[in-house]
């Protein structure tokens, strides 16, 4: 049961970082900052997947 859990847990972080990275660019003020953002999420650095 704890692989259920592990499983769990990693897919609400995942969600949870998408919103805030939805909600991070939905507050950005210029288009460099927005290209900034997506570099950054597209990484790899903040999803675990």
């Known amino acids: ?3 259920v859990t592990t499983v769990w847990r990693e897919r ?3 969600a949870r970082t998408r919103r805030a990275l939805d ?3 939905s507050r950005t003020s210029s288009p460099a ?3 900034e ?3 950054m ?3 790899g650095h903040f999803f675990s997947r």
Do not use: G, P
């Open 37 to 39: 953002l997506l570099t």
């Open 23 to 25: 909600k991070a660019l």
């Open 12 to 14: 609400r972080q995942v």
């Open 1 to 3: 049961m704890s692989s």
């Open 41 to 43: 999420a597209n990484s």
């Open 33 to 35: 900052m927005r290209d």
